[in-house]
């Protein structure tokens, strides 16, 4: 007897949990989901100049050697130029054997066993003086000109209000959207942010260091600007007609 009223209290919980179970799962909530781009443009502060000292010997501590004189003579004639000391920055310094050199003939070149390079960067806020700089430098024989790029103190400032503009953009292609299709955009569900960076493509200067060698200025123009760019995903829920 007590078997018999098991098995109906069980058949009875199954029967009222069916319904349950055979439930369908709720309508997924229909979206628009739209990326937007964004640029913004910002007034340059400073420009840096990459410059590269080069010395080379028959061993490491006379190349080293060498090249710390002749950095002296760098800084000294940089400093000469109205660059604070502050301003110059070792970005590498490195010390290898001198690869291999053929003269005309295929045959193999002596040359000091070891070269030493030593990287500064200089960064100037005279931007209208860069090309003179420049010049200075390719005058000298101690450095090498290697770069020339142009930055803002700023830069979150400029990826902001990049992201602003890519947002407001985002919205604008959403609203469009959702216009033709003949609904409103409901509630915001979701932001993936995506790169916020500056564009700012550099010049080729080896043709122009090439032809100004021995000049007193090189004809570098600056940037009236630096554009930053980026890109936001937005998502909104789709509801009815407006």
């Known amino acids: 007897m007590r078997l018999a009223v098991a098995v109906a209290a069980a058949l009875a919980a199954l029967s009222l949990a069916a319904p349950a179970l055979a439930q369908d799962p709720a309508p997924r909530q229909p979206t628009i989901s739209v990326m937007g781009t964004g640029e913004a443009e910002l007034k340059p502060d400073f420009a840096r100049i990459h410059v590269t ?44 054997q001198t690869p291999p050199q053929l003269g005309p003939d295929g045959k193999e070149v002596k040359t000091p066993k070891f070269s030493a390079n030593h990287q500064l960067r200089i960064t100037t806020r005279d931007l209208d003086g860069v090309g003179r700089l420049a010049g200075e430098i390719l005058a000298s024989g101690d450095m090498t000109f290697q770069s020339v790029a142009f930055g803002l103190d700023r830069q979150e400032e400029g990826g902001d209000r990049a992201r602003e503009a890519a947002v407001r953009d985002a919205r604008r292609q959403a609203e469009i959207y959702a216009a033709a299709a003949g609904v409103s955009l409901g509630r915001l569900l979701e932001i993936r942010d995506g790169s916020a960076q500056p564009f700012e493509p550099q010049p080729d200067m080896r043709m122009s260091m090439a032809m100004a060698k021995g000049a007193e200025s090189v004809p570098i123009v600056p940037p009236a600007t630096i554009r930053y760019t980026a890109n936001v995903q937005l998502v909104w829920e789709m509801a009815g007609k407006p």
């Open 53 to 96: 000292v080069a010395t080379q010997a028959d061993t490491v501590a006379q190349a080293s050697a060498a090249n710390n004189t002749a950095t002296e003579r760098v800084l000294a004639r940089i400093q000469g130029l109205g660059v604070k000391r502050e301003d110059i920055r070792t970005v590498n310094f490195q010390v290898f």
